[in-house]
């Protein structure tokens, strides 16, 4: 018998090893609960040798001192109980890991370090008076009568943990709720089955079947972390916020996203941006004991905490501030990683997990646009966050039923004295009739993927105007082109099968695109740029003027139009410094073949300045507001074409 509970011994450290050899030790952050696991899983391995090193010497008891054979079993006897406390402490991590009532941590770890203590003084005592074991002069083992004391340790620790297990079961993870389960009851199985045959040797299976079950339950979900930085991912936290909004823990989430990582990996590489990500992870684990730290999407990261008094808030948020200016090191590189910050505030109001992803994915499309280091979600995010719900809910409703209106504003081009062009603007209603601006639905559109939609419509009542033969435009209509439309690399001849489909011809239909889409995506806008010119089809820039206008980007594409901002335009009559500089800009587009259209013009004393600096078509209110298309065809009718 004493042979296969040896083999069995080995067997149960073989698979320790195994488990131990298959630890993440690269990319898995140190968190208490997995540095509980760690020191319990070789903790169980080490008593797993220690138990075979007393096998042998009892074996050859008659030869090995005393004192030796006492020191080495008594060594056993409180490194055994001490593996399972910390097997049993890991557990209660994990179970409370979404509970924020620090009490009921504190409380389980002094009882598990009360029964350690209790049982470690036992055992000296031991010494004394042999309860647990004793060896005779020859060096012969035997068992004394609370030698099963220390099982009666582990089934304390187990009663703790189903008692814990049932008062806070709404906070715990389902993947603790199997593992709870499934374990407990086959550990008592297996201590009824050792404490009946006292022959048996069942510790280390015992131990290494427990871990074995937190390993697979905490350690090799591949699926659940990112493999960059070692952090849970995007459904992982969504886990953790289910499990914290039901059991309505109050809580704060911070999110920290890297503004400038591309020019990161331009420089560095790939490779090493990606160790960055992980410094960076590392690091924000350690900024607190009492924070969950997760890769939230792309290079933003989503730290879950506590709701803490506002002195220690500022504090902490003061410290990652200051930690995100300064420089991140590594080897032979040096780069600060600039990050713009939000805050999510718990305060135990009723919500769900769902709700709270709406509230930080909106926080964070607004901390991408900020100029502020900080942006808190407040009542007023909160406000702008329903109001854009309600617009994409107008949005769907809108694909569905084809709800969206195309207008038209005109173009005046001065060389025929008469309106030559139109862009096509979409418009769309809310439920009481009123008209919903565009500033504020195509942002969302663009950002749920539903400009496609609408772009395809605005495409096909933009033709079938045109094909009515009711309208004279000499340069055609134009269309705004969206980012999402530029990186279909089937852009150009989905577009011309629906222009020859109303038996048009691409010069009839013009594109308009942003600097921005050109300088956030130069090759992709680029390639569908290049295409779409070879099909005839034209291009204007538009919003020239806003932000940050490179002009030596723009010489790069074969633009029909620069389509000044009203920006530019609006203080052209009272400043100097504008006129000068919009009409050097005229001179230099001129220069490099390509025509101006003046936006926002809506005073006679604009239309004079641009009229001197010979722009060639004026698009604003001072000739024509937006109008559907039946009001265009009658405008154009009765405009006629001595106008001036």
């Known amino acids: 018998m004493e042979y296969w ?4 011994e080995i067997l149960s450290l073989l698979l320790l090893v195994v488990l131990i050899l298959n630890l993440n030790y690269k990319r898995r952050v140190l968190t208490p609960a997995v540095r509980c696991f760690w020191a319990g899983l070789f903790l169980t391995a080490f008593c797993i040798v220690w138990n075979l090193f007393c096998i042998l010497l009892i074996r050859h008891g008659g030869a090995v001192p005393y004192q030796f054979l006492v020191f080495v079993n008594t060594a056993y006897f409180i490194l055994v109980v001490l593996s399972g406390s910390l097997i049993a402490l890991f557990v209660f991590e994990k179970m409370l890991e979404h509970v924020y009532d620090d009490h009921c941590i504190k409380r389980a770890r002094r009882m598990l370090g009360g029964l350690t203590l209790i049982y470690t003084a036992v055992v000296f005592l031991n010494l004394r008076y042999g309860f647990l074991f004793w060896f005779d002069r020859e060096g012969g083992y035997h068992r004394g009568p609370l030698n099963v004391l220390g099982y009666g340790i582990v089934v304390a620790e187990l009663g703790l943990m189903y008692l814990c297990y049932f008062k806070h079961r709404v906070s715990i993870s389902k993947e603790m709720k199997r593992t709870i389960k499934l374990f407990p009851p086959v550990v008592l199985l297996l201590i009824v089955l050792q404490i009946s045959d006292q022959e048996l040797l069942l510790n280390g299976m015992i131990a290494a079947f427990v871990e074995l079950i937190l390993f697979l339950a905490f350690h090799s979900q591949k699926m659940g972390y990112d493999s960059i930085t070692g952090l849970g991912n995007r459904d992982t936290f969504f886990s953790d916020l289910e499990l914290r909004t039901a059991g309505d823990q109050p809580f704060q989430v911070l999110l920290i996203t890297l503004t400038d990582f591309n020019g990161i990996n331009t420089r560095c590489g790939h490779q090493v941006g990606n160790e960055f990500l992980y410094s960076a992870a590392s690091w924000l684990e350690d900024s607190r004991t009492d924070v969950s730290v997760y890769r939230y999407i792309g290079v933003t990261y989503a730290v879950i905490m506590p709701c803490l008094p506002e002195e220690q808030s500022m504090a902490y948020r003061k410290l990652l501030q200051d930690r995100f200016e300064e420089d991140w090191t590594l080897g032979a590189y040096s780069e600060k990683l600039q990050a713009v910050f939000g805050s999510y505030l718990s305060a135990g109001e009723p919500h769900n997990a769902n709700q709270v992803m709406e509230a930080l994915d909106y926080m964070l499309s607004v901390m991408k646009r900020s100029d502020q280091p900080w942006v808190d979600f407040d009542r007023t995010l909160s406000s702008q966050m329903v109001r854009r719900r309600k617009i994409s809910q107008l949005l769907k409703e809108a694909v569905e039923q084809q709800g969206f209106e ?7 081009c001065w060389k025929i004295r008469s309106f030559c062009s139109a862009e ?28 496609g939609e609408i772009f395809w419509f605005v495409l096909k009542e933009v033709c079938r105007l045109i094909s009515g033969g009711q309208i004279a435009l000499p340069d055609g209509i134009s269309i705004n082109l969206s980012m999402t439309q530029l990186e279909d690399p089937d852009l150009d001849a989905k577009i011309m099968e629906v222009v020859a489909e109303y038996g048009l011809s691409p010069e009839q239909i013009k594109f308009e695109i942003t600097e921005e889409q050109l300088s956030s995506h130069p090759v992709i806008a680029g390639d569908t740029l290049r295409k779409m010119l070879r099909r005839g089809f034209r291009f204007y820039l538009d919003d020239f003027g806003i932000g940050y206008s490179n002009a030596a980007a723009v010489a790069k594409y074969q633009f029909e139009y620069i389509k000044l901002d009203k920006s530019l335009v609006g ?14 800009l005229i001179h230099m587009f001129r220069d490099l073949g390509m025509g101006v259209i003046a936006e926002g013009v809506e005073t006679a004393e604009q239309l004079a300045c641009l009229t001197e600096l010979d722009v060639e078509k004026i698009q604003g209110f001072y000739y024509a507001k937006p109008m559907d298309g039946q009001k265009l065809i009658g405008f154009l009718r009765g405009y006629g074409s001595d106008r001036r």
Do not use: H
Request: charged share 25%; net charge negative; no cysteine.
């Open 5 to 8: 509970s040896m083999i069995t």
């Open 406 to 412: 195309v207008w038209y504003q005109p173009v005046y």
């Open 424 to 451: 096509a603007l979409v418009r769309m209603k809310d439920r009481d009739g009123g008209y919903v601006s565009p500033a504020e639905f195509i942002p969302v559109a663009e950002a749920s993927g539903m400009i």
């Open 571 to 584: 203080e052209i009559a009272t400043d100097d410094r504008s006129r000068l500089l919009v009409r050097n």
